[in-house]
């Protein structure tokens, strides 16, 4: 296990249920996705990423600004175009149309909401890194072109947990903030439903502390100048300054230089207990894979949709637990 190149989803997967991970990554004997005829939730999360991506990218740049509302959303919808041209070969028109107006719903909706923070704060520093990867090729037409972000790095980051256990990962951070006194947020960006605070805090989404502790370890940051790590949602149309970027790992004393006041947020004993605790479930969860253990086991109640449900037999599972057979 200490030489895998783990992704945070396949440790999640893990941690979640072994035998989910022995079935969907060791297996690959996932439901394969039905054929759309517009696109996926994936492929619509991938398309988001990179418009975003492109559009801060060129923020850097001095393309555009945010005293300029009207240039900046009208770069905004034209990238959208751009970055949606291609698909409509493949695609039934009638759905493409659909998926369209739903991408820049969500694409508004973010726009709004940063424009609303930026304000509130006065910060307006352009992300320090968009799509930073790590244990990933680094294609030089990515980097040039805005897709990636220079100080991409192809070797996995290592990353020491709980002082003994060594996890090698890959993967890559849609964005991170910084600001001049080197205080950062990671952001990640998600169009679909995201876990609850209490989940993340729970260790239910490794990404958030996985890649907070990759921006520490692999990128040579402080700890002590982490603000948080938390999911950037399209929001639900409420208070658009508070509502989007709320759901993660947030140290209750940085949470105003990011513009925001999570109803929860971590105090220092909350945050070092926190990752303690995230830190010792993977490490559990490795021990058992390493002894070959894999057992139909979830940690917490199944997802609702886990590709591995057709082959588990989780209710034979359930019932023995019940039983008092197992
Ligand atoms: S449905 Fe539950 S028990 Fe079955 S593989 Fe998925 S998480 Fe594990």
Not at 36 to 44: A, I, K, M
Not at 93 to 114: G, T, V
Not at 307 to 321: E, F, Q, T, Y
């Amino acid at each position: 296990m200490e030489k895998r190149v783990w992704s945070a989803g396949a440790l999640n997967h893990l941690v979640e249920c072994r035998f989910q991970f022995l079935a969907i990554r060791l297996w690959k004997a996932a439901e394969k996705e039905a054929p759309q005829r517009g696109l996926s939730w994936r492929e619509e999360g991938e398309r988001i990423h990179e418009i975003l991506c492109r559009f801060f990218h060129e923020y850097r740049r001095g393309r555009w600004t945010f005293a300029d509302e009207e240039r900046a959303l009208a770069r905004l919808e034209q990238l959208a175009d751009e970055v949606l041209r291609d698909e409509e070969r493949e695609r039934d028109p009638f759905y493409l149309m659909i998926d369209k107006f739903r991408i820049k719903q969500k694409l508004l909706s973010i726009w709004k909401h940063e424009k609303e923070w930026r304000r509130k704060t006065g910060f307006y520093a352009a992300p320090a890194h968009l799509e930073l990867s790590f244990g990933l090729p680094v294609c030089k037409e990515d980097v040039e072109t805005g897709r990636l972000d220079p100080a991409s790095r192809p070797e996995p980051v290592t990353l020491v947990l709980g002082g003994k256990r060594k996890v090698r990962l890959q993967g890559k951070m849609d964005r991170i903030d910084r600001d001049e006194e080197g205080y950062y947020a990671i952001y990640d960006y998600k169009t679909g439903t995201v876990p609850t605070i209490e989940q993340i805090g729970q260790g239910r989404s490794l990404q958030l502390p996985l890649y907070l502790w990759v921006y520490q370890q692999g990128f040579g940051q402080d700890p002590a100048l982490a603000i948080g790590s938390a999911y950037y949602v399209k929001g639900n149309g409420g208070n658009a300054a508070a509502n989007q970027r709320n759901k993660g790992l947030w140290r209750k004393e940085e949470t105003g230089r990011v513009g925001l006041n999570p109803r929860k947020s971590l105090d220092p004993d909350d945050w070092r207990k926190t990752e303690e605790n995230i830190q010792r479930l993977i490490d559990q969860s490795l021990s058992k894979a390493e002894q070959g253990d894999f057992a139909v086991s979830p940690t917490w109640d199944c997802p609702r949709f886990c590709p591995a449900r057709h082959i588990c037999r989780v209710d034979a599972w359930i019932l023995s637990k019940k039983r008092g057979t197992r």
